[in-house]
């Protein structure tokens, strides 16, 4: 082969193909060089399929370059070459950067825009040692041991759609991105079901109720810079910790008036009380779409990556159903599978209950957030904020469960129940057996006052369950102190292969 064939076969296949039928989305090199550092990227595989025309890098770009200084894996798939579908030379090149991340310990950032296996190279893409199985085996591999992010640019679909889900991450792209086993028509086919894309599998579908995503973007360059911004709050592999910043002030440091009502009645959101507690601009949400009567996210506390695990008072008076007992199991794994100190803002009624989460299994999707809390060994630490009832308050980590500290704004109050729901309860006979409505108002108002003194925070702090009584002024520095001074934690050797949680 000449020099000039090769450098038009090199020419070829950067050129790949024409990415103007997609308007709306940006050549898949163009989103490379947007998520990676200035002249950062080294390339493997760019001829693969070279001699077959249409088949640009066989519709993947792989190598490694750098984020903020940080090496990382890259897969982005190539829309405009067989719309990004799989081949065998598509999963050989995914498998090798894979293999390499984890040899190297690697963070990978995928950039999905994929239709899924090429049905023309069936023997190639699916049935064998190195075909697409082998990339999902890898993934889980990678799982807990390297961070994984994925943008979901355009389609992931059929068998692929699990790429996304065994990443730590996944941002989508709104009118472009979607997840799916089956399309519309192919369902249709199978259950006689109609539906469209958007319904099936879209963006916001995906992180709003089915909670696959994390976050839905209006463009390709947002999504890439969120999860360039994500990648930052989170070490290089297990075995690193996050960077340390410089401290910043809050974004809000005024505590006058009553950022967390007295009333236990009263709702408001607790990110009120965040944006008071960790450094200006750095509290990152994730699925914020989805359960919203828990909020999770990543933050910096003086200058110190932490997580947060938050019941938001606002949505369903901060109770916790299926999808938060999910959405909190699955940020707190994140946390500690990384290094990251774990913080718990109680405002708690306790776990929903009723005929339709009993069905759905609450007990079930309880306890998967208690083991996930339980078996955490980052530094945790728990403010109860207001009030803190129930099985919530266990599953937001009670002291049994083995937080660092456990505080206490004025405002809190622990118990097993609200004081007007416990005399209720307790006293459910002698109510009944009183006849003068006075005398039974009265009866009760004073039994309300005997349980809220059992569950005061006076109680409470005198015999030892919260460590410390502090006032919202004080909360940050509080625990800014407590963390640093957590910074020698270290994890236990393991007794045993690993628990059998509850699915």
């Not at 990678?142 to 730590?168: E, H, K």
């Not at 999770?296 to 008072?313: D, E, F, I, S």
């Amino acid at each position: 082969m000449t020099d000039n064939s090769l450098n038009k076969l090199l020419e070829r296949s950067k050129a790949a193909g024409d990415p103007s039928r997609w308007p709306n989305k940006m050549p898949v090199r163009d989103r490379v060089a947007l998520l990676l550092d200035q002249d950062s990227f080294t390339e493997d595989g760019l001829l693969a399929n070279a001699l077959n025309e249409g088949y640009a890098a066989d519709g993947v770009i792989t190598g490694i370059g750098s984020i903020f200084g940080r090496s990382v894996a890259i897969i982005a798939h190539d829309f405009s070459i067989k719309a990004g579908s799989w081949g065998a030379l598509t999963c050989e090149k995914q498998i090798r950067i894979l293999e390499r991340a984890y040899e190297d310990l690697l963070p990978v950032v995928y950039l999905v825009d994929s239709a899924g296996g090429r049905l023309t190279d069936q023997m190639g893409f699916f049935p064998g040692r190195r075909g697409a199985s082998r990339i999902f085996s890898l993934q889980v591999a990678l799982s807990g041991r390297v961070p994984q992010i994925c943008c979901l640019l355009g389609p992931s679909a059929a068998g692929g759609a699990y790429m996304p889900a065994f990443t730590d991450w996944v941002g989508m792209v709104e009118g472009n991105a979607s997840m799916y086993l089956a399309s519309p028509r192919v369902a249709e086919k199978v259950t006689g079901e109609r539906s469209t894309l958007e319904e099936m599998g879209g963006a916001m579908m995906h992180a709003s109720v089915s909670g696959c995503g994390d976050e839905v973007f209006s463009q390709d360059w947002e999504l890439i810079a969120a999860a360039r911004l994500l990648l930052s709050y989170l070490p290089q592999s297990y075995e690193s910790e996050p960077a340390l910043n410089p401290p910043v002030e809050p974004k809000v440091t005024d505590w006058s008036g009553e950022v967390v009502p007295s009333d236990p009645g009263v709702a408001y959101d607790i990110r009120d009380l965040i944006l008071r507690l960790v450094d200006r601009d750095t509290f990152f949400e994730i699925k914020a779409h989805w359960a919203k009567e828990m909020v999770t996210g990543l933050a910096r506390l003086g200058g110190r990556v932490v997580g947060l695990v938050a019941n938001q008072p606002e949505v369903n008076s901060g109770a916790i159903f299926v999808d938060s007992a999910d959405k909190a199991a699955r940020f707190i794994t994140l946390c500690d599978a990384y290094n990251i100190p774990l913080i718990f803002l109680q405002d708690v009624p306790g776990f929903m209950v009723g005929v339709d989460v009993e069905r759905q299994g609450i007990i079930r999707h309880g306890a998967k957030m208690i083991a996930a809390m339980a078996s955490a060994e980052v530094p945790k630490f728990t403010v109860i904020v207001r009030k803190a009832y129930a099985a919530g308050y266990y599953a937001m980590c009670a002291p049994g469960f083995g937080p660092r500290a456990t505080l206490a704004l004025p405002t809190a109050m622990i118990g097993t129940m609200a004081p007007e729901a416990s005399a209720n309860a307790v006293y459910a006979g002698k109510l009944a057996d009183i006849e003068n409505d006075n005398e039974r108002e009265l009866f009760l108002a004073e039994k309300i006052i005997e349980q809220s003194s059992e569950s005061s925070l006076v109680h409470m702090a005198s015999g030892l369950v919260v460590d410390a009584v502090i006032d919202g002024p004080q909360l940050r520095s509080d625990l800014i102190h407590r963390i640093k001074d957590a910074d020698g934690w270290h994890r236990h050797p393991q007794s045993r292969h690993h628990p059998v949680f509850p699915v």
